[in-house]
């Protein structure tokens, strides 16, 4: 574990802080210049970018929160403490795509189209979210030989490797990210050591990892390849 980067001082850069800050601005910029690439505003694609990682934190910490109710009942002002970790992915994951619609929607963007674009940087930003976690100490496995921080990391940087070859066309890029990542998080899962078995012996993410799957699988089906 190594949670705190470097002091300056009182100041402190947190590896988990840092990772997000890294991982959304390699992101966003990428995501700008593949948006101008295919015709797109590139600046609508920033701003689009901001609401997702607000949106995002907000959804996955409320979520977080509500799985250790009972902890921060007792103590609610470490609500707040994001520098030491705390986000589900699902969470984040709902409510950005929420936003992320109503700002496309406002901005006159192609909703389909664009979330094919942002969809392999979504699992950029994963990969280098995932060695904040590593970092942190949070997120961590059933046994110490296993860093399944690390693993859902190369996956992602693996899935974005797939994903960026792709053309943004009518949402099928999105539904491939979708399907590989809640396949690969389902079973991933089963080597984690912070997450509580939920119902019939699954946790809360493999459950939705398993919603999800089906719901992306099916329409992956429904809708035509261009």
């Known amino acids: 574990m190594h949670p705190v980067l470097f002091e300056i001082?009182?100041?402190?850069?947190?590896?988990?802080?840092?990772?997000?800050?890294?991982?959304?601005?390699?992101?966003?910029?990428?995501?700008?210049?593949?948006?101008?690439?295919e015709g797109m505003d590139g600046d609508k694609m920033l701003d689009l970018f901001i609401v997702l990682i607000i949106s995002g934190i907000i959804g996955g910490r409320l979520l977080f929160v509500l799985l250790n109710i009972n902890e921060y009942l007792a103590c609610p002002g470490d609500i707040f403490k994001l520098w030491e970790g705390g986000l589900v992915w699902y969470g984040?994951?709902?409510?950005?795509?929420a936003c992320?619609?109503?700002?496309?929607?406002?901005?006159?963007m192609p909703v389909l189209k664009t979330a094919d674009l942002v969809a392999p940087?979504?699992?950029?930003?994963?990969?280098?979210?995932?060695?904040?976690c590593y970092l942190n100490g949070c997120c961590y496995g059933k046994y110490k030989a296993i860093p399944t921080q690390l693993t859902e990391?190369?996956?992602m940087f693996i899935l974005f490797l797939i994903l960026r070859k792709r053309s943004p066309s009518n949402g099928r890029t999105l539904l491939l990210y979708l399907v590989l990542y809640s396949a690969f998080r389902f079973f991933n899962e089963f080597l984690r050591g912070d997450n509580p078995v939920f119902l019939a012996g699954l946790t809360v993410s493999q459950v939705i990892s398993a919603a999800v799957f089906a719901l992306a699988a099916i329409s992956w089906k429904i809708i035509p390849s261009k």
Request: charged fraction near 10%.
């Open 121 to 132: 940087y979504i699992a950029l930003g994963q990969a280098i979210g995932r060695i904040g």
């Open 9 to 37: 001082g009182p100041f402190k850069v947190f590896s988990y802080g840092a990772a997000l800050a890294i991982a959304f601005l390699l992101a966003a910029t990428l995501a700008r210049r593949r948006a101008v690439s």
């Open 100 to 108: 992320g619609i109503i700002f496309m929607k406002a901005k006159g």
């Open 153 to 155: 990391s190369a996956a």
């Open 92 to 97: 984040g994951l709902i409510t950005s795509a």
